[in-house]
């Protein structure tokens, strides 16, 4: 990371709500250290109103970022104040530079070389600790988060897929990775048990055969030139067990109920039958066994009241 | 033969007592039969994920379990003739579980459409029609009161299933959601145990007032000495007939007007509500806020079912039940016509309750309106005709609805058309019911000149009798 006050013959954007960045190369630049002089330019202008601001820019490739800062200043207005610049919060060594008051505002400028993930993050310019605006800078992050674990079963198969908005650049492929207790450890998608299929946007990973060691976390990569985004997805595998137990339980209380409100029925009928004092076993017999309903039944209730 | 018999029963029915469990027992297997199908959708896109296929792939499940369903109506029918309400049920239960169970273990999609589809809708099948057919002997008087009691089965159990659903769906992934459903979907056991076939013993009340109140055709009356006729003269072939299928039910006028009023009124029925979140979607509401609206219809609809059915059972409404119904089946199209009017979510909140409450009284009267055309005895046969020929609108409805929204690209011309398809066969229902009450009214007196006229003669016939060995 390296620090230069260099004036070079730059376009100004203006500041514009667009996260969209302009990348003057077109094809991928992998290599994470390229000489600072090759890497494409990017320049990006804030005039803060307020006392802080934030800007967030998305970068895909490696580029040599020109943050440019403009402060209308407070009321006292002093014609001379200290600014700085500070990378996630720390100051940025050989940056605290005297700012001058040029037409009623004061220009604070760094230019810095983005190229790969520890040097994303939040740029800060702070003027003389009173006002500051920071740039965001990050790869496209994955939106769609799935924050509930997938539920699977030991020799069952799993998909567990990723995707990148609509709205988002594509990246270039997917990776996956696997916690391995202290790092992340790439999935390679030759070995039997895993399937990685890609798809531009999408992307789903297979695994075949699940283990009860299969549980755990599961990272994809969003793979840009400038960086990987990641985001992860949660994997539970269980025995059959588990489902089975509320399965019994509820098996149980079907039985036990069904089984009461027939034996219920039973005495009822009995009770009647007892206290009517009358043969009445057939009858009762002949009225739970048919429902006759059609013209059927008719003809034979008449016959027994004749 | 006396007028009593125009209650197409020759027993009375308890009208309460263990009817009211049996209510219970129709609540529970109505509200499966409905409720089921559309609370799995929310393991479709888990699925489709799983088994790599397009959603209309899996959209199929529902559509195949919809279409088993309602065509499994006239086999749950023959059996419910043959065996009684109870056995089926029972069965339908079984046949659910097995299905879910076996789906749990599925390799493919064509395993499931089986299994879920096809096995699943026909158990379900076994437990609509009889539950409605049992409530069609247990009550007469508060026939319309117990209706809508068992209807309101279907939202009460939906509310119920989409969230605990969600909550196996989280715990258990599908394949243990699907094993524990079929043990929940078991409990329709339960309901078909309770489902104790009435007792026929008690003689019947002579009540002419009673058939005149429920307005019930007098078509019955001629009916039974048929019958009775029909074992004498050992009418082999008629009483086959009777036994599986009632084809005679084509030639009946009341069933032939609801029948046809129906089958307009289905391509209208189930589409707006199939569309009301997409709706809602689409003029820029938001996901949640979208979900609560079917909750806030889900809710209005619980309420207005039985509600429905106690207006139903007054005195002035039960003579004229048809024309309540067909009031419901143009409160709809209303409706449905004025939703475009409604903008911003406060409209279709209002929308929400307004359709909400139309949708629950129309399920509420539906089946009760059936039962006061054919009558109890033939309610079985005729519910089995009406599902499996409404089976066409019901599955074509939602996917021309949906057509009609990608060709014109706004849902407002789709609302128009449900609208109109519920405001016409309204109409429809209030000119042939005024025209069908009309001749029942004529049959009805003929009916009432015949018997008195007959009651004379046998009264004079005895007065000579007597006469006779006096004069000896």
Known sequence: MA??????????????????VVSKTTGPTPAPLVPTSTLPTYVKSVVLKGESHTERLELLNPVNLTLECTWAGNQNKEPNITGWWLKDGNDVPNSRVPVELQNEQYNLRGVFSVNNDTTLGNYSCVFANEARIDFLLEAPQ???????????????????????????????????????????????????????????????????????EDSGLYYCGAVFAISTPMSHVKLKVITIMEPLKPFLAILVEVVVLV??????????????ATAENVPSADQNNTVTQEEPNGPEGSPSTRQRKV | MSPAAASNLDYTPPDGGWGWAVVFASFISIGFSYA???????????????????YSDIAWISSVMLASMYAGGPISSILVNRYGSRPVVMAGGLMVCAGMVLASFGTSIIHLYLCVGVIGGVGLAFNLQPALTIISTYFQAKRPLANGLAMTGSPVLL???????????DSFGWRGSFLILGSIVLNCCVAGALMRPVNKLVKPKPDIELSKRNGEEVEGIGKQPDAHLSVDKENSCQRCLYRFIDFSLFKHRGFLIYLVGNVAMFFGFFAPVVFLAPYAKDLGIDEYSAAFLLSIFALVDMFIRPATGLIGNTKWVRPRIQYFFSFAVLYNGVCHLLCPLATGYTGLVVYSVFFGSAFGMLSALLFEVLMDLVGAPRFSTAVGLVTIIECGPVLLGPPLS??????????????????????????????????????????????ADVEKRTSDEAVTLNANQDDQPVNE
Request: proline share 4%.
């Open chain 1, 259 to 272: 089984a009461a409100i027939l034996l219920y029925e039973k005495t009822q009928s009995k009770k009647k």
């Open chain 2, 402 to 447: 949906g057509a009609l929204v990608d060709i014109f690209g706004d849902y407002k011309y789709m609302y128009y058309a449900c609208g109109v398809m519920m405001l016409v066969p309204g109409i429809y229902f209030f000119i042939m019911h005024y025209y069908n009450y009309k001749k029942l009214e004529e049959e009805h007196r003929k009916s």
């Open chain 1, 3 to 20: 620090l230069s006050m260099i004036y070079s013959p730059l376009l100004l954007l203006l500041v514009s709500c667009s996260r969209r």
């Open chain 2, 36 to 54: 089921f199908p559309k609370s799995l959708t929310i393991f479709f896109k888990e699925i489709q994920e799983y088994f790599s296929v397009s």
């Open chain 2, 159 to 169: 509310s119920t299933l989409a969230p605990l659903n969600q909550f196996l769906f």
């Open chain 1, 142 to 212: 994955i939106g769609d988060v799935r924050e509930k674990p997938i539920v699977s079963y030991i020799g069952d198969s799993t998909v567990i897929t990723c995707k990148m908005d609509d709205t988002k650049p594509m990246p270039i492929t997917w990776n996956w990775f696997r916690d391995n207790g202290t790092e992340k450890e790439q999935i390679i998608a030759e070995s039997s048990r895993f399937e990685i299929k890609n798809d531009e946007r999408k992307t789903r990973l297979v695994v075949h055969d699940l283990t009860e």
